[in-house]
């Protein structure tokens, strides 16, 4: 696509619950991210992928949250057993090939609120 | 230790007043990467610009320039006569040269208001 797009924009869910969010990075980038934005907190990197690989999931807050991606493109993000703390907006970005120099480009974000 | 820092939590300006957006940076590479940010209402993020360590020129891009000092650790971000249009929250980034990919240290942002 154009840009990254990211699914679904907002998500309201019951604590305890599971849920999927969706990245779908611009067409033939190879690398991508999901970063957590909370109130006050800026950015806070989640993981990375190249191609289908997570070389670094260091950013990962705790074992209920996961990543995966197919297919060199989609990526979801599944929190597991949501806690009001998980309330956040997860924004993914994607970039060429991964690059230390290279700009990322930003989906508009998921919306996450744990009620 | 924040690797980034951006003192300014909120800003306002009324509009065409000068604004000076701060960003101290902290790493021992001597290859980086500099970059801002902005993130207006709608929330998607939109690159304004990067910078390498070793380019210590000012660069100016319209209403905007920006100044790299090495020698203090800053890369601050000027808006001359802001708009209305310029209210978002900016952040500021950085890439450290010795990691094997390309994941950003941001700043906690700084929102500018600017009001007509």
């Known amino acids: 696509g154009a840009g990254v797009s990211q699914s679904p924009s907002n998500k309201v869910t019951e604590k305890g619950k599971d849920v999927e969010l969706r990245c779908d990075p611009i067409?033939?980038?190879?690398?991508l991210y999901w970063y957590r934005q909370s109130l006050g907190q800026g950015l806070e990197f989640l993981i990375y992928?190249?191609?289908?690989?997570?070389?670094?999931k260091s950013g990962l807050p705790s074992d209920r949250f996961s990543a995966e991606r197919t297919g060199g493109s989609v990526s979801t993000l599944t929190i597991q057993r949501t806690q009001q703390e998980d309330s956040a907006v997860y924004l993914c970005?994607?970039?060429?090939?991964?690059?230390?120099?290279?700009?990322?480009?930003f989906g508009s974000g998921t919306q996450l609120s744990v009620l | 230790a924040q690797k980034v820092t951006q003192a300014q939590t909120e800003i306002s300006v009324v509009e065409k007043e000068d604004v000076t957006l701060d960003c101290v940076y902290e790493?021992?590479?001597?290859?980086?990467?500099l970059f801002w940010y902005k993130q207006p209402p709608s929330g998607e993020l939109v690159f304004l610009i990067r910078?390498?360590?070793?380019?210590?020129q000012n660069e100016i891009s319209g209403r905007y320039s920006w100044n790299f000092q090495k020698s203090t650790s800053s890369f601050n971000f000027t808006i001359t006569a802001s708009q209305v249009v310029d209210s978002a929250v900016y952040f500021c980034?950085?890439?450290?040269?010795?990691?094997?990919?390309?994941?950003?240290?941001f700043g906690k942002g700084t929102k500018l208001s600017v009001k007509p």
């Open positions: 910078r390498n360590s070793f380019d210590e």
């Open positions: 992928f190249q191609g289908n690989s997570a070389p670094d």
């Open positions: 790493t021992r590479d001597t290859t980086y990467y």
């Open positions: 970005a994607s970039s060429l090939v991964g690059q230390v120099f290279e700009k990322l480009f």
């Open positions: 980034a950085l890439s450290e040269g010795r990691r094997s990919q390309g994941n950003l240290i």
């Open positions: 067409s033939g980038h190879t690398a």
